[in-house]
């Protein structure tokens, strides 16, 4: 077929079918039965695994991972989860860390050997670090451009009205290239929820960016927050593009509640994502998606300073929120595989993600005859093309 660069050839795709996909400048431009169109200059067989969108991890954290480093002992709580802790626990595990680039990379690498192509990262940004964080993901960014694409979210760990400074910096992140402006625990942790997110929707307003906000509040403090987030972002006209991050609260609630909280969030157009963390209450995924929420996913943290858990695969990650969601049946399992891909693009507003004619050909393929299987099986063995070009194999990045 004339135009094509790329033949992808007998690829079979979650309906099933086997698939010749023609690629041209980075895009699929055609998508026909295998055997069906002409050959290209380049033709790659496929050989009847699994083809699918690339992985989106939704939420990580770039500058805090020890992952490659030195195994950090992790140290507890000395009175239950409490994230002022745990925020003094990071800070004294970076001071000894190794450099930051060098972990951020290979936190990356090992993210895209397993199929993530897109990304959302949060930054530290606050008094206790400045911008120094920031300028060196950002240069790890550009270095590893056309290989994953990646979103940073400007975030106050330290809090912003308890770490003075935090506001200015957090607007001058956006204009040294971060994408979006987060928060954490408006109310619990500056104690102010008022004034902290007239921050963050005053920066996000003013720079025309999303927003992406930790909160980790259980109970009815943590639902009151997510009514808050939803109630600015309709008042700002920011729906689709306002993300909030583990929401334990709406996992501590009956079903009645729930649906009731879950309507709100889907009429604001609120993303919620959850990892299904071990050990906490996490969002109801099945009945917020039944709600119209869109629910997406991200590792979260990998072996740093809040557990020593994460090995960056998101189809990984699709089998731990289906085990701990009780999903069994094959919809609720393709269910599990869309939090980790679709509507985790959704969440990032991603243009042209998927398998289709026009979208980008960032896929990875999976040896698994469909995706209820993949996500069950977890298969090692991937090929991950960027652009068609093939940038992973069996867990290792090309250059």
Known sequence: MAGIETLFTNAKLADGTLNDIGVAGGRIVSIAPAGSAANAAKNVDIAGALLVPAFVEGHIHLDTSFFGDKW???????????????????????????????????????????????????????????????????????????????????????????????????????????????????????????????????????????????????????????????ARTVALGMQGRVAISHAYGLGNLDADGARHIGAKIAAAGVSIMTNAPGDHAFPPVALLRAEGVNVFAGSDNIRDSWWPYGDGDMLGRAMMIGYRSGFYTDEEL???????????????????????????????????????????AVPKGRRVFKGGRLVAENGTVIR
Request: proline share 3%; glycine share 10%; net charge negative.
């Open 72 to 230: 950090v002992p992790h140290k507890a709580c000395t009175n239950g989860f409490d994230v002022h802790e745990r925020v003094a626990f990071q800070a004294e595990n970076m001071a000894q860390a190794a450099p930051m680039a060098e972990r951020a990379r290979k936190q990356l690498e090992l993210c895209v050997g397993h199929g993530s192509l897109h990304m959302r990262s949060h930054v530290m940004v606050d008094a206790s670090v400045g911008l120094k964080s920031l300028e060196t993901i950002l240069a790890i960014r550009e270095e590893y451009l056309g290989i994953i694409d990646i979103q940073l979210v400007a975030f106050p760990q330290s809090g912003i009205l308890k770490s003075p400074g935090t506001a200015d910096l957090l607007d001058e992140a956006i204009a040294m290239g971060a994408d979006l402006v987060g928060g954490l625990d408006p109310a619990s942790f500056d104690r102010d929820l008022q004034g902290h997110l007239d921050v963050v929707f005053g920066v996000a307003e003013k720079r025309g960016v999303g927003v992406d906000i930790h909160l980790h509040d259980f109970g009815s403090l943590g639902v009151f927050t997510v009514e808050e987030i939803c």
């Open 334 to 376: 393709s269910a599990a595989f869309d939090v980790v891909t679709s509507a985790s693009a959704k969440a990032l507003c991603l243009e042209g993600y998927g398998i289709a004619i026009g979208a980008k050909a960032d896929f990875v393929t999976l040896d698994a005859e469909h995706v209820p299987e993949a996500v069950v």
